[in-house]
């Protein structure tokens, strides 16, 4: 039983000494900026190997005479189509709202190579080019490489523009 008794009482000396130890107290504002700097480099894996974003092909479609309807951007690798057949035969084609008499379309991912766009300032949002008894253009309209229309659209030739897969900014003014 002696043995016992002394074995309690080591225990219970042992546990005594560990909370007998002084705590350090740190200050609360070293506190803060060990946490900061903790969560600071935590993060740094993140920061290291964060992907850029995806390379393309930004279009930015500046003096749209108003902001009604959509504008409809539409990319072409090839001249079947072109630029007429906007649903059809169009690679990537993206409509967006206008704010501002401003539209930016943005096609990702494009793989490198030879392409032509057109767009339309779509007023009344049917999905195509309007136009008047004559075929006229009563919309806005705009093609890549600065090609105009005279008395018809351009060729996907007169249009086209070589993609080498890198971020490209094109700005495509419309024509009313």
Known sequence: MKE???EAINRMSAL???FKRPVTRFPMGVRYVAMGAVLGFA???AIAFAQSPCSGIQV???NIKN???TVACALFESSAGFPTEFLQSATNITMIKIRDTQARCNF???PQGTYALAVIHDENMDGKLGTNL???P????GFSNGAEASMSAPSFEEASFSYDGQNLDLTIRLAY
């Open 4 to 6: 016992l008794m002394s």
């Open 16 to 18: 005594a000494s560990i």
């Open 43 to 45: 993060n740094i894996p």
């Open 60 to 62: 930015k479609i500046p």
């Open 67 to 69: 902001s009604t309807g």
């Open 108 to 110: 990702l991912d494009i």
């Open 134 to 136: 004559l075929g006229v």
């Open 138 to 141: 009563t919309e806005g309209y």
